[in-house]
């Protein structure tokens, strides 16, 4: 089991409320990402970050910001949530370094988000 | 353009029978092909890592294979359990700007029923 945690697992809100997905990990790895993934479809990378002060854009346009100040903690905000935001919200880590075996990224359990 | 395909998209089998998940891709230049397990409401969890060189791999009861030349990958799950029962995902790199680049496919999801 990996050592990457998300919170809250689930969230109900309503249309215009800011909210912020927590996603922290205790490996120590540098590299992070949140992906958004909708029943039955793939996984869309649509933040990520190789360390501290470092954050990048995804493939997937999103209206959600992250900030990397601490090598542990990766949160996403949403400043103002919408019905089209409702989906599953991913965050993974991977350790540095290019080696094959590296690039396995270790999964959160994930938020489940609702805006009504 | 890059892409993963699935196939196929969903999967009913019986408790102990075997079956093969399909992957094919068009992801180049390719760095390796990882196959996910997700059960649900959790995270995806690595089953199996392949390079270029390789061309099998295994995992206990989850068998993996790569044909490079192809563009093929498959995931053979013998003896299939209850706890089987989940979306499996094929994701293949590339490397790019001296990191990897994950593609990952729809996913296939597998029911086991006793």
């Known amino acids: 089991e990996a050592d990457i945690y998300q919170t809250p697992r689930y969230l109900v809100i309503g249309t215009g409320k800011k909210i912020t997905l927590e996603c922290s990990q205790t490996m120590g790895h540098d590299k992070m990402y949140w992906y958004q993934q909708d029943p039955g479809m793939e996984l869309h990378l649509i933040h990520y970050?190789?360390?501290?002060?470092?954050?990048e854009k995804g493939d997937l346009s999103s209206e959600s910001t992250v900030s990397r100040i601490r090598t542990e903690h990766f949160p996403l905000t949403l400043e103002s949530a919408r019905p089209s935001h409702t989906s599953q919200y991913l965050c993974a880590s991977s350790p540095r370094g290019t080696s094959g075996s590296w690039n396995e990224q270790f999964f959160g359990p994930g938020t489940r988000l609702t805006v009504l | 353009k890059n892409q993963v395909e699935q196939s196929p998209q969903s999967l009913i089998i019986l408790e102990g029978k075997n079956c093969t998940l399909q992957c094919n891709y068009t992801v180049s230049p390719f760095s390796n092909l990882r196959w996910y397990k997700q059960d649900t409401g959790r995270g995806p969890v690595s089953l199996t890592i392949?390079?270029?060189?390789?061309n099998t791999k295994s995992n206990g009861r989850y068998t993996a294979t790569l044909d490079a030349d192809t563009k093929q990958s498959s995931l053979h799950i013998t003896a299939s359990q209850l706890s089987d029962s989940a979306s499996y995902i094929c994701v293949v790199s590339r490397l790019g700007g001296g990191s990897y680049i994950p593609t990952f496919g729809r996913g296939t999801s597998l029911i086991v029923h006793p």
């Open positions: 392949m390079t270029f060189s390789e």
């Open positions: 970050s190789y360390g501290v002060n470092s954050t």
